[in-house]
Every structure is written in structure tokens, then in C-alpha cells.
């Protein structure tokens, strides 16, 4: 079966700073995608970046990174220079590439504030 | 670019009522989800299907139905709603060439009475 953990309930940061979120996943696909998404205060869920098991290379989007550490079955997500704007709520999901198909599924995610 | 709507966006029933909730997207997308979001909680996976007339169970799938009648459609049935299942409903959907991102409705608000 497949499960997305998310510890970090909420952190608060200081604007400009880089922020790391945790998550780890359990699956027992060989193949897999990683996902992050997040919320705003409005309710709107919006994907942000996307990392295949297969790849080596951490995924890199704007000021968002990825540092996956497939052994530890971790999938952080980084954000660089952090704004006002990026507080939301961040889930961490993931899709297995061959038994499950295409069944999703997401962490309890972590509320990021950041501020001035 | 398209777009996933969900009617309605605020739902009231009373207890042990049937309730539906519905889901039209326009991406011409093979799979399409409903998850709930309880208030201040993560998503939870109801049902999905990844083409017309196919529906596969999510971890919450009790107390629920599904229908994936047209392609462009997918609709949830609360069988008999309870008072702590009130929350926020999410349709979602994905391609077959998009290897998993979802695009989002705005989500139905379900109060019980």
C-alpha cells in the first residue's frame, strides 16, 4: 500500500530565507512519481514540481528544489529566498508507475508561514 | 488551458440524507479523482477512474459512491451523510501523458445538519 508522511506541521520563517519540508513515502512500486502541491489560503491547490524515481537529478523549478533521497524514501521540498506569498499549506504526494496505476495519494501537509 | 468546475460549491443535507456532488472538466482527461479534505487536514482518497465507465476505490471509499458516465464528468454520492463527515470535497483530474499532476477543482463545502 502506499502512504505519504509529512511531520512538520507547521514552520514559520523569516522572508528571504530558504525553508526545507519533510516527507517520506512507502510504496512498493520500483517506479514511482513524487509530487509537491500547495494551497493557498483561498483554497486553491496548485501543483508545484514533480520528481521521477528513476531520475537522479533532483528536480529544480524557479525557487523550488527537490531533495530526494531514494534509499531513505525522502522526497524534501526547498524553497530558496522564500516571499510573503509562499505561505500556504504544502502536501507531498505520490503516484506508483506500475501496480497501483493511477491512484495518487497525498501527505497531511505542512503549513509554511512566512513573514517579515 | 481548461478548467474543472464542481456544483455545487456549497452543499447542505441532514443527516443520513443521500447527497451527490458533480464534476465537469474540459482538459479531455483520461483520470479523474475525488478526494476530502477535512479542516486543517490532508487530502483523502475517495474513489478515481482513469477512463468512462471504470472506477477504482480510494482508502475512504466507505459510505460513498461513484459514476463515470461520460468522460468529462465523474460525480460523488454521499450515501448517507453523517455530521462528522462534513468537509471539503475535491474533484481532480490528470492526462495520460501527464505522468500525475493534477489540476483542481474549487471544492464542494459539505455541511450535515
Known amino acids: 500500500a502506499q502512504k505519504v508522511t509529512q511531520t512538520q506541521t507547521s514552520i514559520s520563517v523569516m522572508e528571504k530565507t530558504t525553508v526545507t519540508m519533510d516527507c517520506v513515502y512507502e510504496?512498493?512500486?520500483?517506479?514511482?512519481?513524487l509530487f509537491w502541491y500547495k494551497q493557498t489560503a483561498s483554497g486553491e491547490i496548485v501543483f508545484l514540481i514533480r520528481?521521477?524515481?528513476?531520475?537522479?537529478e533532483n528536480a529544480t523549478v524557479g525557487h523550488y528544489s527537490l531533495n530526494f533521497q531514494k534509499p531513505k524514501s525522502s522526497i524534501g521540498l526547498i524553497i530558496t529566498a522564500t516571499q510573503i506569498e509562499d505561505s500556504a499549506v504544502y502536501f507531498c504526494?505520490?503516484?506508483?508507475?506500475?501496480?497501483?496505476?493511477?491512484?495518487?495519494?497525498f501527505g497531511q501537509g505542512t503549513i509554511l508561514k512566512v513573514y517579515l | 488551458g481548461g478548467i474543472i468546475t464542481q456544483t455545487p460549491k456549497f452543499l447542505i443535507g441532514q443527516e443520513g440524507q443521500k447527497l451527490t456532488l458533480k464534476c465537469q472538466q474540459n482538459?479531455?482527461?483520461?483520470?479523474m479523482y475525488w478526494y476530502r479534505q477535512d479542516s486543517g487536514k490532508g487530502l483523502r482518497l475517495i474513489y478515481y477512474?482513469?477512463?468512462?465507465?471504470?472506477?477504482q476505490k480510494g482508502d475512504l471509499s466507505e459510505g460513498y459512491d461513484a459514476s463515470r458516465e461520460k468522460k468529462s464528468s465523474f460525480s460523488l454520492t454521499v450515501t448517507s451523510a453523517q455530521k462528522n463527515e462534513m468537509a471539503v470535497f475535491l474533484c481532480?483530474?490528470?492526462?495520460?501523458?501527464?505522468?500525475?499532476?493534477?489540476?483542481f477543482g474549487e471544492g464542494s463545502k459539505l455541511t450535515v445538519l
Open positions: 481532480a483530474s490528470t492526462g495520460r501523458a501527464n505522468t500525475g499532476q493534477l489540476y
Open positions: 510504496t512498493q512500486d520500483s517506479s514511482y512519481f
Open positions: 520528481q521521477d524515481s528513476y531520475k537522479k
Open positions: 504526494a505520490m503516484r506508483g508507475a506500475t501496480s497501483s496505476g493511477q491512484k495518487l495519494v
Open positions: 482538459f479531455n482527461h483520461d483520470t
Open positions: 477512474s482513469i477512463t468512462e465507465n471504470d472506477l
